[in-house]
């Protein structure tokens, strides 16, 4: 198993989305093309697709489409921008234009004003599915667990388990039996939940089990389903362990009781590692409890009513670890609304300004234990005066900035007098005041070409990564990967100044190409540019395929 230290993980990073207006902007441009089926190469009627504008990382989604009888689709009355373009139907796998599997980096369709994109075409592999059933230490049947497929990948810089959304979360039957289905193409990771992660009723005296039966997920073993094929006779026997009841009282900063959502995570290293979670809600006297914890080491987070209404992350919030070894009672989760980011935003460089509604602070969480697993966009607001206010912000975070516009990227964050740019920020003490962050249009660029043989290809990534492995954090300005055209010309921009290592690789999936390791890898194969703020540099690269 990939690096996992022990646990999984689902980092939940969303994505910013402009506020709707009552009707999408319009324009002159269309996007067209057919949908297919994988299976039969034929038209596929009925599949959705969907479009959405990016626009200096803020998003805007138009009406879907269907396709009809001949596979065929349409999007009019479209502005000129950068569209990403999304199919689904029930029973095949949701892709981006420009994948064949999931988690590959799509391609972009790039609209100009009148411009017709046709052959924007995409053929949906079908889904596959497993099944089989779960037995306990004795090898009987162990009905009232839940199992939950999962992969590894790199996001919010660790390796995490990510689980598979699925149609259905069915706990096993009498017989011990369980259905996984609706899975793309891949390598799973089978979890078997009990406890309070199988539900109220989970049931109990096991410990969190990967498949075939073990309790340490280095140990666990990958099932691996093709396009479309139905995995059957899996078997996995589930790990006994001592469990536990955990209780205690949801207050409010002040320390009265407050009714509150309440999650029990389980944790590796003092940060989540595993979107497996135990929903409750504590009653109107703050009591909470979950009963047959198995031992461990865990994350209680508590959301009360979100502040304005919304997503969570308007919710006040409050979190707090526990070591799991025999009950714990008398608990208490303090739950009260986040810190606030002040300061202004000034600009540099000659681009157009976008306008203060659309320039969005959101410091990005680099710890899902002391900061919500989950949420939403946060509540943030610029003023006219480019003075700007982010509230309810918990945890520890790097902040970042959205701009809203073209050719606009974070130069630097500056609190009083220290530069904390791409530093960590603990909001947990106290509000942050006084910061200057400087956006700049005078950004680096890479520019290219990719062959392979001779040839040239876009089937491929070129990553572009500082030198400097000191830069490889997450989050980092320093490290990008773009999809070449279908001749292999890429172009890569908003890069701060400085010197940089250029590769071109096959498609990874997810952020993988974020990964020091792999980084690491590619360094001695890469080639060495260097830029500087409002310049470029060209690379003649050839797909290295290691």
Not at 235 to 241: D, Y
Not at 261 to 286: F, H, K, N, Q, Y
Not at 480 to 496: E, H, Q
């Amino acid at each position: 198993m990939v690096n996992t230290c022990g646990a999984l993980a689902l980092v939940l990073v969303a994505l910013v989305q402009s506020p709707q207006p009552p009707a999408p902007p319009t324009g002159t441009g269309k996007i067209s093309g057919i949908v297919t089926r994988g299976d039969s190469k034929q038209p596929l009627d009925g599949a959705m697709v969907r479009v959405v504008r990016w626009e200096g990382g803020l998003g805007r989604q138009f009406p879907p489409s269907q396709s009809q009888a001949d596979g065929r689709f349409v999007f009019e009355n479209l502005p000129a921008g950068e569209y990403a373009v999304t199919f689904s139907a029930t029973g095949f796998v949701t892709l981006e234009w420009g994948q064949v599997r999931p988690q590959e980096p799509p391609r972009r369709v790039d609209l100009a004003e009148g411009q017709h994109a046709t052959n924007v075409n995409m053929t949906l592999p079908r889904t596959g599915a497993i099944e089989g059933r779960v037995l306990d230490e004795f090898g009987d049947p162990a009905p009232g667990l839940t199992v939950q497929a999962a992969r590894v990948q790199y996001a919010a810089g660790k390796h995490r388990l990510m689980p598979i959304a699925s149609t259905q979360n069915v706990p096993t039957d009498d017989l011990g039996q369980f259905r996984l289905f609706n899975l793309p193409p891949g390598d799973y990771y089978l979890v078997a939940l009990s406890g309070p992660f199988a539900g109220p009723d989970g049931a109990a005296g096991f410990a969190l089990t990967y498949f075939p039966g073990t309790a340490v997920p280095m140990d666990a073993q990958v099932v691996t389903v093709d396009v479309g094929q139905d995995i059957t006779g899996v078997t996995m026997q589930m790990s006994p362990a001592r469990t536990a009841t955990i209780s205690g009282v949801t207050t409010d900063e002040n320390g009265t009781p407050i009714q509150a959502s309440v999650m029990l995570i389980p944790t590796s290293g003092g940060d989540v590692r595993a979107a497996i979670m135990a929903r409750g809600e504590s009653d109107p006297a703050g009591r909470f409890v979950f009963r047959n914890v198995a031992s461990g080491t865990y994350a209680i987070q508590g959301f009360g009513r979100p502040v304005g209404g919304g997503n969570l992350g308007r919710a006040p919030f409050g979190a707090l670890q526990v070591t799991v070894d025999g009950d714990l009672s008398n608990l208490a989760v303090k739950i009260a609304p986040g810190a606030t980011l002040r300061g202004r935003v000034v600009f540099e460089g000659p681009a157009p300004q976008p306008a203060p509604d659309r320039v969005r602070v959101v410091p990005a969480p680099i710890n899902f234990a002391t900061g919500p697993l989950g949420g939403g966009p946060p509540d943030t607001v610029t003023n006219a005066d480019w003075t700007f206010e982010t509230r309810n912000m918990t945890g520890t975070r790097v902040i970042s900035v959205t701009a809203g516009a073209v050719g606009w990227r974070l130069k630097s964050v500056v609190r009083g007098s220290k530069d904390i740019t791409d530093h960590p920020v603990d909001f947990g003490e106290g509000d942050v005041n006084d910061v200057e962050i400087t956006m700049t249009s005078l950004h680096a660029t890479v520019t290219g070409s990719v062959t392979d043989a001779g040839e040239p290809i876009g089937e491929c990534l070129v990553v572009i990564f500082a030198d400097d492995l000191a830069k490889w954090t997450f989050p980092s300005r320093f490290i990008s990967a773009v999809r070449p055209n279908a001749t292999g010309v890429f172009t890569a921009s908003g890069l701060p100044s400085g010197d940089y290592l250029v590769i071109a690789v096959p498609l990874l999936a997810g952020q993988e190409w974020q990964d020091p390791a792999v980084l690491e890898r590619y360094r001695a194969h890469a080639t060495k540019v260097s830029v500087f703020e409002g310049g470029s540099a060209t690379a003649s690269l050839q797909l290295v395929r290691r």
